[in-house]
Structure formats: structure tokens, C-alpha cells
């Protein structure tokens, strides 16, 4: 469905993402880790459009992506949150949804119906949204007023707002309690029942191993290995990208 | 009384110069080029009713529209750079608006005398209001029912989609790309709109001063069109008229009695007030029904957030 063929990009001298090909399929669970600074985010950054590659194509459902606007991702049907959550903090929590309104559907309303109606940020989908999200109570709330669990949930919400057709998570557990992990687990499974294929970038493993249906590893901006969580966990490279290799250490130790 | 009323028509055609700039400013842009905007409309519309015999509403209808067209057409290259780089590129439209209109000359006949704009002297005898007998409150009256007209459209709009989307790009605007609002189509929408309002309020100036010149419109004309909204707070229409009545009314007009100390006191009491209230006099929160509406106890939150 989502498919990165040779992406590359660099910043300058630094290969940040380096000739990367994954096949993401419809409807599962994808993941994608790497040690910090292994090129993730930017991968993330290239198939929503925030970067453009220095080569490489970005494909979603045989169309090309790579020389298309970010707006247009989103019609396509490309949506993401980000690391360090980005809420309209002036806005509250269902305007937040309701600017966000900007799939491939909602374009086609009337113009006029779809900027200059008021009262839309009570509609009935944003509601099942924020019911979805257990925000409901917090509807009128300004976005800046929320906790940071309930901020993360409404970044998710926001970017299901779109109705996409892959979401990208650009690591939602980050400062979550291996407790709030679980509930994340359980947010992302019920995020895959509503039709929505997930992208998944994280280091919590435990969150990665548990939910995931395939797994990609990045280390210094290249792919060292794809499969499935059990073979992951196996993978020679992936444990020395992740702890450093046997080989390098004994070489350390007679140094 | 004339005083009076001359000093409302000043805080009328002011507000919406300053309205001009707020919309904008929703959108987090800086724009130096209002008093351009405000030009191009005061010329636009002079040029309707005294050169042509245009009638003042449908003048200032068409003054709005071709400040609105330049705007849009300035807005595409214009945003694309942001922060100080936008407002040197808008400073420098605006210089340029002004000395097109110093070095214009254009001038038909009309009851055996030229009139129209006639390079540095200006544009004398926009006589439309005292050649048809308007009395000077009518006069005021009708600066104040476009102002009101504008304000209640800007609230209205901001109740609506386009208004969170234009706070949202304000906000953040990596993440308003990313649940795919098009930067460029929003911004130059609202510089559009600004465009429209300022070409309203500089040909209803126009019309009460019958003489404008090239000079008016200048750097500190611009400065007070982004002053007002940005003093009065972003929150809502009502910072920029609440603004203008504190630097048009206090400042300006109330202070008159302190001479040249006036000047100093100008500045230091805009500090003063920037400092007691930084968001604004009025505040930047959104001023909405469903705002009214709110549970005092989400205000304290509210406040610890910020």
C-alpha cells in the first residue's frame, strides 16, 4: 500500500536517510525502530512531505506522493502526529478537530459550507471522534489546558480527523509509563479496527514487539533488517546496532 | 460638536485600517503593507466619485475590491518568506505603493477644472460629501456603519471554520501542513481580506479629508495599522477598536493639553501598557459564544498552560 522506493535524503555530508525501500501492506501494523538518530523521524518527515527526498519516490497505492504538496498528502490520505506534540493550543479541543478536516471527502463540501459555517466544531463526527478519544467531557476545553496523556489522544484524534488511510505515530509513547503503553497498545489496535493502516515509530520495545504485525530497522539511515517481531528479536545486527557488537567490545577491552 | 464628530470619523477609518492588519495577524504575519492597502483604496475611490461621478457606496465597494486584487496578487510572493523578512518585503510594497502615487499624475476635466491625482501635490478636492449636501454627522454615520458591518463579519467569521483554521496557521504551522491546510491558500486569503478592509477605510478617509497626498501613508501610518490589533489583543475584533480609541482618543487627542510632552508620554505609556498587559488590552483568547459559555473552572488551567 505505502511503499518507499530508494529514498535517500541528505543534509549535506550527513546521510540521514540512505537509499531506504519498505513495503508497507493495507490494514496492518507496521514498525519502524532504530537506536536515536538511525533516520526515523526523517523517514517520517519524507512520506508526509515536511522534506523532500534527495532521491527516491514515496508511493501510496501506485500513486507518486514524492513531488506532492503536504496538503495533498493529506487529501491522498496520509496523516501523522509528532514527537513532540504540536497542538493548536489556542483552539479548543473540537476546533482542534475541526480545522483538521481535510480529507479527500470533507474537500469536496460546497466551499462555502466548508469555511464559513459556524458551529461545525459540534458535528456529529467530530463528536464520535472525541468519544472515540475519551475527550468528550473536554470538548470546549483550549487544547493548552489538557494533561499530557489526553494531549497525545487528541494529536491522534486530530490526525484521524482526516479520515486517512495511513497514520503515521512519530513515537506516541514517548514519556508514557509502561502502564500508559498498554492503553497506548490498545488505542493503536482499536486506531487498525477502524481501517486505518499504522505506521508505527517508537523505542518502547515492549509496545513495538506487542502490537506490531512487521517490524523494519534502521541504523545510520539504512535498512539492516525486516521482518517479523519474533525474527527481530533475533536478528545479529539489530542486537549490535541496538547494544553495540561482541566483536567491538572485545576489541575495546584490549585497547 | 464638528470636533467631535470629525474626531469619530478618524476612529472609524482607523479601526478598520487596524482590522485590516488583525486578520493578518490571525494568521501569525506581520504585514507593513495595510497603509499601501489603505492608499490604493483612498486613491481608488477619489478617483470614482471625482473624476468619474461615482456615487460614494459603490466607490467604496470598488476601492475595497481593487485593494483586495493587489493584495491577493501581493500575497503569493510576499508569503512566501515569514517573520522579519515578511515585513521588510510588505515595508517595501508599501514604500513602493507610495511612491507610485507620488510620481502619478492623472488628472481629467471636470466643470472646467482638472481634478485627480497630480503627482506631489496630491489628490485635491475629493468634494463628494460636501458637493451633495451630506451633513458632517451623516457623514460619521456612514463610516460607522461600514465599520460596524466589518466588525460583525470578522466576529462571524471568526465563529466560523475559516476562523480556527486562520488561528491555527497563526499557532503552528508546521502542524496546520500537517492535517493538510494549505499555507499559501490561507494566508493570502487573509491578506486578501485585509487588502479589502483597508481599501474600505482608506477611500472613506479619502472622502472626509478631500485632499490626500502621497506623505499620509507612510512607514507610521503602516506601524499604527499593525499597532492596534497587536495592543489591543488578538482575542477579538474589539482589541483593535478598544485600541484605537486608546491611542486615537488618549493619546493622541486627550493628551493634547500636555504640548511636547505629549510625544514622550506617547511612547512610554504604549510600554506601560504592553507590559501590564502583554497579550493585549483585550487579551488573545478567543472571544466566542462557546467561550462564554465555559466552566470558570477551566480558567485557572487555563492560565497555568500559558
Known amino acids: 500500500m505505502l511503499t518507499l522506493e530508494n529514498l535517500s535524503k541528505h543534509f549535506g555530508g550527513v546521510r540521514a536517510v540512505d537509499d531506504v525501500s519498505l513495503t508497507i501492506r493495507e490494514g496492518e501494523i507496521f514498525g519502524l525502530i532504530g537506536p536515536n538518530g538511525s533516520g526515523k523521524s526523517t523517514t517520517v518527515n519524507l512520506i508526509t512531505g515536511l522534506y523532500a527526498p534527495t532521491t527516491g519516490r514515496v508511493m501510496l497505492d501506485g500513486y507518486d506522493l514524492t513531488t506532492m504538496a503536504q496538503h495533498e498528502r493529506t487529501a491522498m490520505g496520509v496523516a501523522r502526529t509528532f514527537q513532540n506534540i504540536r497542538l493548536f493550543g489556542n483552539l479548543t479541543v473540537a476546533e482542534n478537530l475541526w480545522v483538521a478536516q481535510n480529507g479527500h471527502e470533507q474537500r469536496r463540501a460546497h466551499f462555502l459550507s466548508r469555511w464559513f459555517r459556524a458551529g461545525g466544531e459540534r458535528g456529529a463526527d467530530i463528536d464520535e471522534l472525541l468519544e472515540f478519544s475519551r475527550l468528550l467531557s473536554k470538548r470546549d476545553v483550549p487544547a493548552s489546558a489538557l494533561s499530557f496523556g489526553e494531549m497525545r489522544r487528541l494529536e491522534m484524534a486530530r490526525a484521524l480527523a482526516s479520515n486517512p488511510r495511513v497514520l503515521l505515530l512519530d513515537e506516541p509513547a514517548a514519556g508514557a509509563s509502561l502502564e500508559d503503553g498498554q492503553l497506548l497498545a490498545e488505542r493503536i489496535r482499536a486506531v487498525q479496527g477502524r481501517g486505518v493502516t499504522v505506521l508505527l515509530i517508537e523505542h518502547m520495545m515492549e509496545l513495538v514487539m506487542g502490537i506490531t504485525d512487521r517490524i523494519a530497522v534502521l541504523n545510520f539511515g539504512g535498512k539492516i533488517a525486516e521482518g517479523t517481531p519474533a525474527e527481530i528479536q533475533r536478528n545479529d545486527d539489530v542486537r549490535s546496532a541496538y547494544l553495540g557488537s561482541k566483536h567491538k567490545n572485545e576489541e575495546l577491552a584490549h585497547a | ?306
Open chain 2, 1 to 306: 460638536m464638528d470636533f467631535y464628530f470629525g474626531l469619530l470619523q478618524i476612529f472609524g477609518v482607523h479601526t478598520l485600517l487596524g482590522l485590516s492588519a488583525y486578520v493578518v495577524l490571525l494568521t501569525g504575519q506581520v504585514s507593513m503593507a495595510q497603509a499601501g492597502f489603505y492608499a490604493i483604496g483612498a486613491y481608488a475611490a477619489g478617483a470614482a466619485t471625482a473624476m468619474f461621478g461615482m456615487h460614494i457606496i459603490p466607490a467604496v465597494l470598488l476601492a475595497g475590491l481593487v485593494s483586495a486584487a493587489i493584495a491577493c496578487a501581493v500575497g503569493f510572493p510576499a508569503l512566501r518568506v515569514k517573520g522579519l523578512m515578511l515585513v521588510v518585503a510588505t515595508l517595501a510594497f508599501g514604500e513602493m505603493v507610495r511612491m507610485i502615487f507620488f510620481n502619478l499624475t492623472w488628472q481629467v476635466e471636470r466643470d472646467g477644472a482638472l481634478v485627480g491625482p497630480n503627482g506631489a501635490e496630491g489628490f485635491r478636492a475629493i468634494r463628494y460629501f460636501p458637493e451633495n449636501g451630506w451633513e458632517i454627522w451623516q457623514v460619521t454615520t456612514l463610516i460607522w456603519i461600514f465599520v460596524a458591518l466589518v466588525m460583525a463579519a470578522l466576529w462571524w467569521m471568526d465563529r466560523t471554520r475559516a476562523g480556527a483554521v486562520l488561528r491555527a496557521v497563526g499557532h503552528d504551522e508546521v502542524a496546520a501542513q500537517s492535517i493538510g491546510l494549505n499555507l499559501t491558500a490561507v494566508k493570502v486569503g487573509a491578506m486578501t481580506a485585509g487588502g479589502f478592509i483597508a481599501g474600505i477605510g482608506g477611500s472613506l478617509y479619502a472622502h472626509t479629508v478631500t485632499h490626500i497626498e502621497h506623505g499620509i501613508f507612510g512607514v507610521l501610518l503602516a506601524t499604527f495599522a499593525v499597532a492596534y490589533p497587536i495592543l489591543g489583543g488578538l482575542g477579538s475584533v474589539f482589541g483593535t477598536l478598544i485600541a484605537v480609541l486608546f491611542i486615537q482618543g488618549f493619546l493622541v487627542e486627550g493628551l493634547r493639553f500636555m504640548g511636547d510632552w505629549r510625544s514622550l508620554l506617547f511612547g512610554a505609556l504604549i510600554v506601560v501598557a504592553m507590559n501590564l498587559r502583554p497579550k493585549g488590552l483585550l487579551g488573545d483568547t478567543p472571544l466566542r459564544l462557546g467561550g462564554l459559555r465555559r466552566k470558570p473552572s477551566s480558567t485557572p488551567a487555563l492560565q497555568e498552560a500559558d
